[in-house]
Structure formats: structure tokens, C-alpha cells
């Protein structure tokens, strides 16, 4: 059983928009923080940003500061990662994943438990 799904990601054309989703049918993602990281072709993993369990969220990349905006729907069990004016450095596989704490962990080494990603190609 995937403790994550990611879905959303796609081929979308600089300067446009996704909207990621991240869900879960083994955990309530109410009561954890969400991070959500990438890996770029010949990069290594980074962070991207992350949302609390009081919905406070941070920033791990300075390049995605007023781009990028996490939220969350109880609800649904969902959390969301709206991404707007994509670049084509913003093409990876994102991820979305958990540490089992309430608030954002400092580095992504903390994080525990992962999904299976879902790409997202920015190119004209």
C-alpha cells in the first residue's frame, strides 16, 4: 500500500500553472506537517516548501517564494502545492512526504515517509 499519492503534474509552457495534490489512505495528513520536494534531472533532492499541522507553511528554496503556495483541505485529506509562472528550471519529480511531526522539519533528511511522485515539464 503507497503511503503517499501524488498527482497534478504535467507539460506546461514557461510562465504557466499547475496545481499538485497530495493524498493519503494510510494517514491523516491533518495532524502532520507536508513537505513537498523535488528532484531535478542530475540534481539531487531539495526541498520545496512545506505546510504545518496549524497550517503555518516555510519556504526550503528561495526560487519558489511568490510562486508557490501550500494548502490544505481536510476534508479531503489533500494537501495542495500550487505552482504559477513556472520555470523550466522548476521541471522535476515532485514528491510529497512526512517527518510524523506537527511542524516543518529544518532539512529534507528528516522526512520519513515518501510517495511516488509526479513529474512536471516546463518547456516551450
Known amino acids: 500500500q503507497e503511503r503517499f499519492v501524488e498527482s497534478g503534474g504535467g507539460l506546461v509552457q514557461p510562465g504557466g500553472s499547475l496545481r499538485l495534490s497530495c493524498t493519503s489512505s494510510?494517514?491523516?495528513?491533518?495532524?502532520?506537517?507536508i513537505g513537498w520536494l523535488r528532484q531535478a534531472p542530475g540534481k539531487e533532492r531539495e526541498g520545496v516548501s512545506c505546510?504545518?499541522?496549524?497550517?503555518?507553511?516555510?519556504d526550503y528554496s528561495d526560487s519558489v517564494k511568490g510562486r508557490f503556495t501550500l494548502s490544505r483541505d481536510t476534508a479531503k485529506n489533500t494537501v495542495y502545492l500550487q505552482m504559477n509562472n513556472l520555470r523550466p528550471e522548476d521541471t522535476a519529480v515532485y514528491y510529497c512526504a512526512t517527518d510524523f511531526g506537527r511542524a516543518c522539519p529544518r532539512t529534507v533528511y528528516r522526512y520519513a515517509a515518501w510517495g511516488q511522485g509526479t513529474q512536471v515539464t516546463v518547456s516551450s
Open positions: 505546510i504545518s499541522m496549524s497550517d503555518s507553511t516555510t
Open positions: 494510510r494517514f491523516t495528513l491533518d495532524v502532520y506537517a
